[in-house]
């Protein structure tokens, strides 16, 4: 019935057009394919179009018509990546107050996304520009609300511009002034992940480029404050680019602490993530050679005590980094590890060697499980004393098995 209604609304409107008027809004309405609306938009003429724009615009009938997502049809635009379509809207809405455009631009659908969040989310750079460029000089306050608000998730246009790789939408949005932008690039999801987590995630090494060039050196103390923020998991970006094996991501954070704050770089380092992982955790257990040597060599000769400590971190379920490269045959991450002990740390090395899991399983009984021949050899290349070698092949897991059983 609605529909009839709405067709007969449009026929008194616009007369024989009605066909193709309810043509294009119910494929914009019902979000067909791009094509669709191409085709349906391209069989207009200038005219007519603006005349169907602004009945559109100024009945609502988007929202009337779809009240469970309470889409306008500039949302939907914005959605499908429908450039002219916006822009006769922002077009339109200009010749009225300038207070009406911008609240028509800050209304939210059922989630509460604005067409600019539809815009980023879906990587639709031009439209991105034209709804920013709605907004004068002397509007910069506005257009900063506009750009900073959140949806229902706490996500900002810039969290979504992160989930596609565009660096244009990233460069139409960090346009604002830097004190405004390092607050909005800071904010938090619901979930308390930070945009700065979702960009390792998605490999957007340019992105993190620009979130961190952000910060000039003035505000470095800032900048690691942001760095070392952690998500709900207590999981920092640090951890998603390590177990991601994204090693210029690692260089680049790694790099935001200056020399003389190596205790608070030491301090990230040892931050536990999920089950207790650390950075080296995920990265041993990726097989990420390349960052695994980033991270031991971070610490100085005199700060080799930190070293072993943190190399011998145990996560939730008792694991060493160690045990979680043993297992998957990681030869060259395994006598990293091992080299960390020098000679005078003998001791210490027999007792990471021998650090049994929560199966109270060794190295030697996962290599041995799992057909690592190499490893195996390495492991027991650490012992000089017989009798210790001997303790160390006699050892039981929960299950009474020895690593020669599960060879």
Partial sequence: MKLVLFAIFIFGAFGSNEEKYTDLHLALQNEEEEEEVNSLWNHFDKNEKEKLIEYLMKEDVMKKDNKEKNKTILHHASQRGHEEIVKLLLNEYGKEKKEKLFEYLMKEDKFKNTALLHATKKGHVGIVKLLLNAFSENERDKLIEYVMKENQYKCTSLHFALYKEDKGIVDALSEEEKDTFNEYVM???????????????????????LLLNIFSEKENEKLIEFVMKENQNKVTSLHFASQNGQEN????????????KNKKLIEYLMKEGQDKNTVLHYSSHEGHEGIVKLLLNIFSKEEEDKLIEYVMKENQYKCTSLHLASHKGYEGIVKLLLNTFSEEKKDKLIEYVMKEDVDKETALHLASQYGQEAIVKLLLKTFIEEEKSIEYLMKENTYKYTALHLA
């Fill in 187 to 209: 904010k938090e999801h619901q979930d308390k992940e930070k945009i700065l987590h979702d960009a390792p995630q998605k490999e957007h090494e340019t992105i993190v480029k």
């Fill in 249 to 260: 991501i690692v260089k680049l954070l790694l790099n935001t602490f200056r020399e003389d």
